[in-house]
């Protein structure tokens, strides 16, 4: 298993650069983006196809293919979820289901709009304690770290926040407390609908982040996933005018005409895609160029962002 590294907080991250970070006009600093295009091939890992869902909607109304591929989640987080999902793509369950619910500044849902839709056998009843994955602490001093595998010894310093404590670790942006780490809603973030609790979804009702990160729902819903292209062809739909945003009007539902792994499609090549490496130094000083914009555009360095605003950078690979 990869390192997860302390690189980043919501708040604070590398807090020794603010002094750099006054000296702008004496030299210049490239931008996120331009440190991104510089790393080597060595700090990029590979999301194998097995790890991706391919969701092709209906074409829009000029006749354009519409593909939203998602990356599911690495262990340990959630994944008596991911399990389930893998076998609803297996069954092509979702083939034929809706984009139902489209919120506003929130989520867009997809699923079985009728919920009569029978489920594949074997499915998960994945408890509430699943939400959380717990690790051993690698210093009873140093106790906001943690890792069930080898850890960083990266020393940067980051803060709490009204969530918790945040960090990047195995390609993904975490909360951390309590010898706990779980998985944050981010925009573009993939989780699971549920009913009331002790429910916690089965994984056949999911939606994706479309608005400001709802933070909130961190720890009381399952993240799965995140949409790593396509969320386009999502947050552009037409708002639902019904309660919480679902379609009142069936005939608005988006069809779903296909939902399969990345290793199972019929293509001849599966999609490819590869994500900076959390833990390396790129990844580093790309998420301080996020926190302290010092590129000529800018005016004053903020010193700190939301861990939401440092994506991790993903890109799909090309033959050559």
Not at 84 to 96: C, Q, S, T
Not at 115 to 120: G, Q, T
Not at 186 to 195: D, F, K
Request: charge should be negative; aromatic fraction near 8%.
């Amino acid at each position: 298993m990869r390192k997860i590294s302390a690189v980043s907080s919501t708040f604070a991250l590398l807090m020794a650069t603010p002094a750099i970070a006054q000296d702008t006009q004496t030299a210049e600093y490239p931008s996120p983006n331009a440190i991104v295009e510089a790393a080597p091939p060595s700090d990029w890992v590979t999301i194998a196809p097995s790890d991706l869902l391919v969701m092709d909607l209906a074409p829009d109304a000029q006749g354009n293919p519409r593909r939203v591929i998602i990356q599911l989640m690495p262990e340990p987080f959630s994944q008596g979820w991911i399990r389930n999902i893998r076998k609803l793509a297996a069954a092509r369950w979702w083939d034929g289901t809706s984009i139902n619910r489209v919120q506003d500044n929130y989520v867009v849902q997809w699923g079985d709009a009728s919920e009569k839709k029978a489920l594949p056998e074997g499915l998960e009843t994945v408890p509430e304690s699943e939400y959380l994955s717990k690790l051993t602490p690698i210093d009873s001093e140093s106790s906001n770290i943690y890792n069930s595998d080898p850890v960083s010894d990266a020393t940067e310093a980051y803060r709490d926040d009204l969530y918790g404590k945040s960090l990047f670790g195995l390609g993904w942006p975490l909360g951390s407390g309590n010898n706990s780490l779980w998985p944050i809603h981010c925009y573009g973030a993939v989780g699971v609908g549920r009913n009331y609790s002790p429910d916690t979804g089965s994984g056949a009702e999911l939606y994706t982040v479309i608005g400001h990160a709802p933070r909130h729902l961190d720890r009381n819903i399952a993240v799965v996933g995140r949409i790593v292209e396509g969320i386009e062809h999502l947050s552009s739909l037409p708002r639902g005018k019904g309660q919480l945003g679902f379609y009142e009007d069936a005939s608005k539902r988006v069809p779903i005409t296909s939902l399969r792994l990345g290793d199972a499609l019929a293509e001849d090549a599966p999609p490819a895609f590869e994500y900076l490496d959390t833990n390396s130094a790129i990844f580093a000083k790309y998420a301080d160029a996020r926190a302290n914009r010092r590129d000529p555009f800018f005016i004053k360095p903020a010193g700190g962002a939301d861990i939401c605003n440092i994506p991790v950078p993903v890109r799909r690979v090309t033959g050559e």
